[in-house]
């Protein structure tokens, strides 16, 4: 439902304020399990923000809820026409006329009738909508003795104009901390307008930041127009509501820019400003223009390492920086290699070092992750030089530059022919002894040998096509003698003729380098193997639906890093996961086969989903975690009889939906993207998946049966499985309590319930 109704209307005539507070006469009320209606106007001012381009002011809408509460119990009436006089109805059994406070939106809330208080929310998160606020922050209250109820306000406006098309959310607040979102503890006088609207304390719950009503001491407004690149829409209006506080020390406003950076405080004022309530604060244009980043800049010695002090001029294809000093070799500090001086290039604010020294007048590279210093043979620190840099990739996608003295022509850029990589390779001492290469296997961006034993002891390097011939590359390690540390999973720049790597500790690796043979990595699989015993307790255990989900410990075999479960009864298309023993500090699953066979093994997918097994029986399951290899035996069968299963079995068709029973609706909101679809799992009256079919543009809905109590909904890749725990995103624990319709209002766990 958009809400059109807004800032603020005026009562019309035909509802003065004498009319507001008269006495039915005793015939007129309702009789308990009759349809009970309220007349409901809108606040009374002259400020308020225009929605209705056509009639000039705020209505209610068709399907507006509100509640209206007597000090034990709340109803929900809704509006069945739009306008700025409206009825609301209840036939819920509310009885008769009585001294109420009415709230909207609808909600729940604690009200004291006597006190006229009610303890309500202004929303700290607020969507953002063109022209308008959001429908869910217009706190409005009333009090009744009758048929009749004229809301008041109880907030204030930001107003706001966006002149950029690169900002996606602001923060508003105010400079001394003032409660202007989260709980509020509205106040009326005794002719009914509103007395206060003061911030309560709660308790901020880590990980619902959009579902928090604390305490908020600012509000955040962002947008969702995906088509604009989740950014608010250059040239239109926005509004907030807040609490009417007085910021005593002034405002501030924050912006989220597209990339998710924070800019603190782009406007900002010191001066108080008061806010009642119903009063709107403009606080004007809102522009933002990215600094300006030199596509190509030098730094280095020369300038103190600025970024933005020696741009490089485009001339002729080439950029160019002229008469740069500093190029000459300095010791670096302790425990460091390579040059302490030189020049790196910036190239759009990120740092491309090289591969160290470079001869004046010859062509080199630039690194693209960072690199070293890049520093001239034979240089001082005042002979000043010229630097040409070639934009244009040469044929394997490199990026290349020359340094000559200063006033010398730059020279031609001779491309000897290079030698084809037919494949990388390990070689070492751990390689016979340096006589044996260990052939690496192309894996998307990388080249790697898995699981290769490793001592302390061993040195070893990167070669191509399994031969040391001049011209053929080959990667070492930066350094003055071999023997170089390379540390675990971490990225590290390699170098044509580089010295010698080593580990730390000895132990099972992978080892990686990138296609552009710039850079390597080591990844430790697996102590070295030591004796083991079989059937002992091990580290590792199943998480298995045996019938009922419950821990199943593994315990050892004679093959090191190997673990068993034995005789795991499992029913056709339950499942189960490998996880320690002690936490889930980690998980492995499926990968991409879903349903498993007997007598297979599968490559096992760290925090993968649910392995399911396609047939009923009693299985030995094994996990092999060097390999991360997860074997489904039928009982007492070896598991090294097994073959690997490389596509998925057989799926089940998804149990039929009850005919039957209560209707659930979901609107998906931002999930209705990318072909999503929506399963759900269900408990309350039986636990079962059912599945949501479209029933209009946003609107989905399903059938459970009487006496479910709660559900978790999913959203669905087109590639993942039917009833089973793969998915985008979901609900969390969903209590339906009596409604029947999931709003979606963010992407993990964001949702609100109302009745459809």
């Not at 307008?193 to 009503?213: A, L, M, Y």
């Not at 003729?497 to 580990?503: A, T, W």
Request: charged content about 20%.
């Amino acid at each position: 439902m958009k809400k059109i109704y807004s800032f603020m209307v005026a009562a019309v005539a035909l509802f003065a304020a004498a009319s507001c507070n008269k006495e039915l006469p005793q015939e007129n009320l309702p009789a308990v399990g009759e349809t009970v209606v309220y007349t409901a106007s809108t606040d009374g001012t002259d400020t308020k923000a225009v929605l209705n381009e056509t009639t000039k002011k705020s209505e209610w809408v068709a399907g507006d809820a509100i509640t209206v509460h007597d000090g034990e119990k709340g109803w929900t009436f809704t509006a069945a026409k739009a306008g700025p006089n409206v009825d609301f109805s209840n036939s819920e059994g509310f009885g008769e006329y009585r001294p109420v406070l009415a709230v909207y939106p609808a909600g729940t809330y604690t009200v004291d009738v006597a006190e006229k208080t009610v303890n309500a929310n202004i929303p700290t998160y607020q969507p953002a909508r063109k022209g308008t606020y959001n429908e869910e922050a217009a706190l409005a209250v009333a009090y009744s003795e009758n048929d009749q109820f004229a809301f008041k306000n109880a907030h204030s406006l930001i107003k706001f104009t966006i002149k950029s098309s690169s900002i996606k959310a602001i923060e508003f607040y105010g400079n001394n901390n003032e409660a202007i979102t989260g709980n509020m503890l509205v106040s009326l006088n005794e002719d009914n307008t509103v007395k206060s609207v003061v911030g309560q304390d709660t308790v901020f719950e880590e990980g619902k930041e959009n579902e928090w009503t604390g305490k908020g001491t600012w509000v955040k407004i962002y947008s969702e127009d995906e088509t604009n690149g989740w950014c608010f829409e250059n040239g239109a209006t926005y509004y907030a509501a807040v609490a009417p506080v007085n910021f005593t020390k002034g405002v501030a406003i924050n912006y989220i820019l597209a990339d998710d950076t924070k800019v603190e405080a782009v406007k900002k004022t010191d001066n108080p400003v008061n806010l009642t309530p119903s009063k709107i604060l403009n606080i004007g244009d809102l522009e933002y223009e990215a600094p300006v980043v030199h596509e190509w800049a030098v730094a280095g010695t020369f300038n103190e390492w600025s970024t933005t002090a020696n741009p490089m001029e485009l001339v002729d294809g080439y950029y160019v920086a002229k008469n740069v000093t500093g190029l000459n070799y300095s010791d670096p500090n302790e425990g460091e290699t390579g040059s302490s001086t030189g020049i790196k290039f910036v190239n759009n604010g990120d740092w491309k070092g090289g591969e160290g020294q470079v001869t004046a007048g010859t062509w080199a590279y630039v690194w693209n992750d960072n690199g070293a210093n890049i520093y001239v043979d034979g240089a001082d620190a005042t002979t000043a030089y010229d630097i040409y840099l070639n934009p244009t990739p040469d044929a394997d996608g490199g990026i290349k530059f020359v340094v000559v003295e200063a006033g010398k022509e730059m020279p031609e850029d001779v491309v000897e022919e290079e030698v084809v990589v037919d494949y990388w390779a390990v070689i070492g001492s751990m390689t016979s002894n340096w006589n044996s290469d260990i052939k690496m296997i192309l894996d998307g961006e990388w080249y790697v040998a898995e699981n290769v034993k490793i001592l302390d002891s061993d040195q070893f390097k990167f070669r191509a096509n399994g031969n040391w011939d001049e011209g053929t590359p080959n990667r070492g390690a930066a350094g003055e003698a071999d023997g170089v540390l390379i540390e675990n999973n971490v990225e590290t720049a390699v170098y044509q003729g580089g010295k010698n790597f080593c580990v730390s500790e000895g132990g099972f690796y992978s080892l990686y380098i990138n296609k552009s043979a710039t850079k390597v990595k080591v990844v430790k699989t697996a102590e070295l193997p030591v004796e083991s015993v079989p059937d002992q307790p091990s580290d590792w255990a199943l998480w298995a639906q045996s019938p009922d989900w419950k821990q199943i410990d593994m315990v050892t075999t004679t093959v090191p890093d190997l673990y068993v479960a034995k005789g795991v009864e499992l029913e056709a298309y339950k499942s189960f996961l490998v996880k320690p023993a002690a936490d889930w500090s980690t998980k492995y699953g499926c990968g991409s086969v879903n349903y498993i066979q007997s007598n297979k093994y599968i490559k096992a997918s760290q925090n993968g989903g649910d392995i399911t097994v396609e047939a009923a029986g009693t299985y030995d399951i094994y996990f092999d975690n060097i390999n991360k290899y997860v074997y489904l035996m039928t009982s007492g069968v070896a598991y090294s009889s097994a073959t690997q299963q490389t596509t998925s079995g057989v799926e089940p068709e998804p149990e039929p939906e009850p005919e039957t029973g209560v209707t659930i609706y979901l609107k998906p909101g931002v999930w209705e993207t990318g072909g999503a679809r929506y399963q759900a799992w269900i408990w309350g009256a039986g636990d079962q998946w059912v599945t949501f079919t479209k029933v209009s543009d946003g609107l989905y809905s399903t059938k459970v049966p009487e006496g479910t109590t709660g559900m978790k909904v999913l959203r669905k890749g087109p590639d993942h499985a039917n009833n089973a725990w793969q998915s985008w995103n979901d609900t969390g624990d969903v209590t339906l309590g009596g409604k029947n319709c999931i709003e979606i209002t963010g992407w993990n766990q964001s949702y609100k319930m109302s009745t459809y």
